[in-house]
């Protein structure tokens, strides 16, 4: 059984192969596995393999590559079906187990393994090389913040704690945000993955907490220049690579 969606915008993550999908503007947003959604091309009624996929929201316009060194090429949003596979892809079957849900939405796929861990480059302080920081950012909720970032809901569930400390330092949104060092679940999963994230005495909150240390030299990388980071990429609308999920 194949299930055709009606989709709002997609996006493929050409390095994880996931596809972030949303079915109307606003609503949540769903990741499927690649393997589990076919795209077929409506002239041709031919299967296309696809290496990377944009929807763009304002044009309509489909853009995919073929392959990773390949030209753009874009479809008008009509020219291209997309079917939920179902359980007879062994590929899906496998990594999504039940398709019975309404609306063969992998709604387990948002419990499990589904939070991107961002991760940028920053000079240490002390050794001033590069060194990757790597965290998680998570709304209030718990939900994970994806790009492009909602930053109409972050100034919504903005605390008048976190507004007074913005208009004491207007340098910083102070958006409501939890990165590494806030939940420990995940705190316990990145120490597992990163060797340069490591529970740390921090002088600042006086207490042991995990954080990002420099690769080089060893140097704490504190919540609070990572909170600064993240604040100026979601204010300026940099999107950060995403390294896996967690
Ligand atoms: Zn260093």
Redesign the pocket.
């Known amino acids: 059984m194949k299930k055709q969606l009606d989709i709002y915008s997609m996006e493929m993550n050409e390095s994880t192969g996931k596809i972030d999908v949303q079915f109307s503007k606003g609503q949540k947003i769903y990741s499927y596995n690649k393997f589990s959604l076919d795209f077929i091309d409506n002239n041709t009624q031919e299967k296309l393999e696809l290496y990377s996929f944009l929807l763009n929201e304002t044009t309509g316009n489909i853009d995919l590559k073929f392959s990773k060194d390949g030209d753009i090429i874009s479809y008008s949003k009509s020219s291209i079906s997309i079917f939920k596979n179902g359980s007879t892809n062994t590929e899906s079957k496998n990594n999504f187990g039940n398709t019975n849900d309404s609306n063969n939405i992998i709604q387990n796929l948002s419990s499990n393994e589904n939070i991107p861990v961002y991760t940028y480059e920053k000079k240490?302080?002390?050794?001033?090389?590069q060194?990757p920081i790597f965290t998680y950012c998570l709304f209030e909720s718990g939900d994970s913040l994806l790009f492009p970032w909602d930053k109409n809901r972050l100034f919504k569930e903005q605390s008048l704690e976190l507004l007074k400390y913005h208009m004491q330092d207007s340098t910083i949104e102070f958006y409501p945000i939890n990165l590494l060092g806030d939940i420990k679940h995940l705190d316990k999963k990145m120490m597992n993955l990163f060797s340069t994230v490591k529970n740390e005495y921090s002088n600042t909150r006086k207490e042991v907490y995990c954080m990002n240390v420099?690769?080089?030299?060893?140097?704490k990388q504190g919540e609070y220049f990572v909170y600064r980071d993240m604040n100026e990429f979601i204010s300026h609308m940099t999107e950060l690579e995403i390294e896996c999920y967690i």
């Open positions: 240490c302080y002390r050794c001033k090389k060194t420099c690769q080089h030299c060893g140097a």
